[in-house]
């Protein structure tokens, strides 16, 4: 009997996923524990192994496709089986058409009636325009939808070649390229328009007749030029849609101070006699921001559905940008790990982000963040924090600045200004102050990072 595959959940904040490629052909031989499809998440590319043995006996999304968690995307069985769901599909017009012989053009509606009638003076025939399922919805997967929006494509127009007549990705491009699927032409200017009400009104856009001038004012061309539009990737939609969840959810607050990283500089220096790849001073806030969160667990914690969150694991993830994106792989448990061993993992999870092959285990599970944007030179920025994480600690440029001595004197001292942005629902002032002290102590006296 055959099962169906669904989308699976590969991260922990996954909602719907996108088929990349599929990796075994329809009728194909499937193994269990064998790469079966390559799937786009909401952090990563992953490739989803079977998890039955059999063959690949229909596909359901097609490639370009997405699916919420939980939908079929495929259904695998014995050899030779034939799929229910096509036949089942086949069968549902048919018996609709049977049972409503004489609908389709009796039925039509007065004012579809009116316009067709009016337009071009009764020659000209209406296009035909097929829906699914006798008059419903198109039926068409997400991507095609979006697609069809953003190139000015009628999906009643397409013929679908997915399963079940369904539009894909493929169809809305040939489309938009043959201009077959084009909207259909809109009423002359200054011609009445019909309103949900009966009324007629003229068209919003119409020209004013001119005195002596009815010919139409020339359209003039676009004042931005040639206008190329981009689809966001799977990564860039998600970071997008929680970025202004965030914005618009938590009423956050921020708290600045500069850390004197004179010694940093110094046992950096040491370390560099004695490794070829010394910590960066980035490993070393993530370092002792780990140690501040063991101290101060409320900032270890996450406001989530109206309740205080607190974790035993200190997971710090840190910020890395990423073909046009923001990136945030976690370094677990790194209160327990040596400065060397944050280091060498930070360094590892970075180079897996930039060629690609980051895991979602290796983005999941963070408990803070760190976003650093020293290396471009800017010296304080106000970072947003990354829900339901109760703070993120944002960490500016290392700069000369004056600073006054112990004996009063004006010095060059080696500062970086380190903000804290805190979730007002779980942090209060006091909290987040302390726990940014805390910060700035262990790196001001750097040999406790070291050990």
């Not at 981009?230 to 101070?257: C, G, I, N, W, Y």
């Not at 950096?268 to 490794?275: G, V």
């Not at 009063?408 to 942005?421: E, F, Q, Y």
Request: glycine share 8%; proline share 7%; aromatic share 4%.
């Amino acid at each position: 009997m055959a099962t169906d595959v669904l989308m699976p959940r590969l991260s922990d904040s996954m909602e719907e996923g996108t088929v990349l490629k599929w990796l075994v052909e329809q009728g194909g031989a499937v193994k269990r524990g064998e790469p079966l499809v390559e799937i786009e998440t909401d952090k990563a590319n992953m490739t989803y192994e079977a998890d039955t043995d059999g063959f690949l006996i229909e596909l359901l999304a097609q490639e370009g496709d997405t699916l919420e968690v939980g939908q079929p995307i495929a259904r695998i069985g014995a050899e030779g089986e034939a799929s229910e769901a096509p036949a089942a599909e086949a069968e549902a017009p048919a018996e609709q058409a049977e049972a409503e012989p004489d609908e389709p053009a009796a039925e039509a509606p007065e004012a579809d009636k009116a316009e067709v009638a009016s337009s071009n003076g009764g020659d000209r025939a209406p296009t035909p325009v097929t829906k699914a399922n006798g008059g419903g919805r198109v039926k068409a997967s997400p991507l095609a939808r979006r697609m069809a929006g953003e190139l000015g494509v009628e999906l009643a127009r397409i013929e679908g070649s997915g399963p079940g007549g369904r539009v894909v990705k493929a169809d809305v491009e040939a489309a938009a390229e043959s201009g077959t699927a084009a909207p259909s032409e809109p009423a002359a200017a200054g011609s009445p328009q019909p309103t949900s009400e009966g009324r007629e009104t003229s068209p919003r856009a119409a020209v004013p007749e001119r005195s002596g001038d009815s010919s139409p004012a020339p359209a003039t061309a676009g004042a931005k030029g040639d206008v190329a539009t981009h689809e966001p990737t799977r990564l860039q939609r998600t970071v997008s849609r929680r970025m202004a969840e965030a914005k618009a959810t938590v009423p956050d607050f921020s708290l600045e101070l500069d850390v004197d990283m004179t010694l940093c500089i110094e046992l950096r220096e040491r370390l560099k006699a004695q490794t070829d790849r010394a910590p960066s001073f980035n490993d070393m806030v993530v370092k002792a921001a780990a140690l501040a969160l063991r101290d101060h667990p409320r900032v270890n914690g996450a406001y989530r559905d109206g309740k205080f969150e607190a974790y035993s694991r200190v997971n710090v993830g840190f910020a890395v940008a990423a073909d046009d994106a923001l990136v945030v792989p976690v370094v677990l448990d790194a209160d327990q790990k040596s400065l060397g061993e944050i280091s060498r993992q930070a360094l590892r999870l970075i180079e897996r982000v930039r060629d690609g092959s980051i895991t979602p285990p290796e983005l999941s599970g963070g408990t803070f963040s760190v976003s650093n944007l020293g290396m471009f030179g800017i010296e304080r920025f106000t970072a947003i924090v990354n829900p339901p994480q109760a703070a993120i600690l944002a960490a500016g440029a290392l700069m000369k600045k004056p600073a006054v001595d112990d004996r009063g004197r004006v010095v060059a001292r080696d500062l970086m200004t380190l903000t804290l942005i805190c979730d007002h629902r779980i942090l209060y002032g006091a909290d987040g102050a302390q726990f940014l002290a805390r910060v700035r102590a262990l790196l001001e006296e750097p040999l406790g990072l070291a050990l």
